[in-house]
């Protein structure tokens, strides 16, 4: 069996022959040996004292010199310490150089979303209040034309545009009303029609058969309890076929001047990205809002609210870095925040394109909607 030394082993066995060829090499009375004066100095006097009593120098006189020898192998070990904590100190300067370089080059970690100045997390309900009616403003003066999106001429044509509006878009139904009107101008008209030709009219705003029902049904109880007037109350509008609370309170806001708040999906989407409610619920929602605001406001907050929703606080991508409420929403950066990227999100008139009426108010600033199929 072949005994091997290994690196280690073989690295330890010469270390005390260096030692012992180190002692011999370092002779007594050297330059490098001046520093050990304290000790050298008395030692080497004695020595040559000796040496004149006795002309043969025992070897033993050198032993104090021998003293001396770690003296004289200071300047080595100095040596080899200072190139030792030179290379050590090298060594950390390299590797905080390393450090710095990594920490450049290391990819950024997600910081969460930018929070605009002056948005406190928490606060309380009269800071959320205050804050609350700031967005109301700012909202005014960014939608100061903001107004029902649905082309209406009296209050029944609002409300059968309010009961088709359902699951569409205000576009599409002013798309469609134009001939549905030249057609039945009357509840009693529509009462009248003929289903499948009433349908066939509506057919492009979506669930047309269901939307049917509900206009011959609306326009009958019109005709024959109101004396073919819409009625002012939302508890006479929410008894009509297919009206609820939303569709009445549009009603009673734009045709009749009744404060109503007008909760629609874009509507309780910002309610609650605003954190001015919590809940999904739209009566919910109604009710927390109506604390908020006085009932004067509510009509107008109603269309600024949803002029915003569907301009620039869209349901998946809210155009955050163009959104002039942006410094009071503590859903700040739930969208889009690069400005440019942002800018392009922006719909109808806010994004250059056509508003949502064929006939829009005189102060509307964006281009009137094409009519169907325009
Ligand atoms: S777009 Fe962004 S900043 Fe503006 S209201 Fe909506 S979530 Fe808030």
């Given at each position: 069996?072949t ?156 409300l ?40 066939e ?32 109350t ?14 009445a ?12 708040i ?12 605003w ?60 969208g ?36 169907l199929?325009?």
């Amino acid at each position: 069996m072949t005994t091997k030394k290994t690196a280690a082993e073989k690295t330890t066995a010469e270390k005390p022959a260096k030692k012992a060829a180190t002692k011999k090499a370092a002779p007594a009375g050297t330059a490098a040996a001046e520093p050990a004066t304290a000790e050298a100095a008395p030692a080497r006097k004695t020595a040559a004292k000796k040496a004149a009593a006795k002309k043969t120098a025992p070897a033993k006189k050198t032993a104090p010199a021998k003293k001396a020898t770690p003296t004289k192998n200071t300047p080595t070990k100095t040596s080899a310490t200072k190139t030792s904590t030179a290379t050590k100190t090298s060594a950390a300067k390299k590797a905080n150089a390393a450090k710095k370089a990594t920490a450049k080059k290391a990819p950024a970690k997600k910081s969460p979303a930018p929070k605009p100045p002056g948005f406190a997390k928490r606060e309380s309900r009269a800071a959320m209040v205050k804050r609350a009616h700031a967005i109301n403003e700012v909202l005014a003066e960014t939608y100061p034309y903001a107004h029902p999106e649905l082309d209406f001429e009296d209050p029944f044509q609002l409300l059968v545009a309010t009961v088709l509006s359902a699951q569409t878009t205000d576009l599409r139904v002013n798309q469609t009303t134009p001939a549905l009107f030249a057609k039945y101008p009357t509840p009693e008209d529509m009462a009248a029609a003929v289903p499948e030709e009433l349908e066939e009219l509506i057919r492009p705003t979506g669930f047309f058969r269901a939307k049917a029902r509900s206009l011959l049904g609306l326009s009958a109880a019109l005709r024959d309890d109101f004396d073919g007037e819409v009625p002012a109350t939302v508890d006479a509008l929410v008894k009509l076929p297919g009206v609820g609370r939303k569709t009445a309170f549009v009603v009673l806001g734009n045709a009749f001047g009744v404060p109503g708040i007008t909760v629609d999906t874009h509507f309780g989407r910002l309610a609650r990205r605003w954190k001015w409610t919590t809940s999904e619920d739209p009566v919910k929602v109604e009710s927390d809002v109506a604390a908020i605001f006085e009932p004067s406001e509510w009509t107008m907050l109603s269309h600024r609210v949803i002029f915003h929703g569907r301009r620039i606080c869209h349901s998946r991508r809210p155009a955050c870095g163009a959104c002039p409420v942006a410094p009071l929403c503590p859903s700040y950066g739930e969208g889009e925040t690069d400005p440019e990227k942002a800018k392009k999100l922006l719909k109808y008139e806010k994004g250059g394109m056509p508003g949502q009426r064929l006939k829009p108010p005189a102060d509307f600033p964006g281009p009137p909607a094409p009519p169907l199929g325009g």
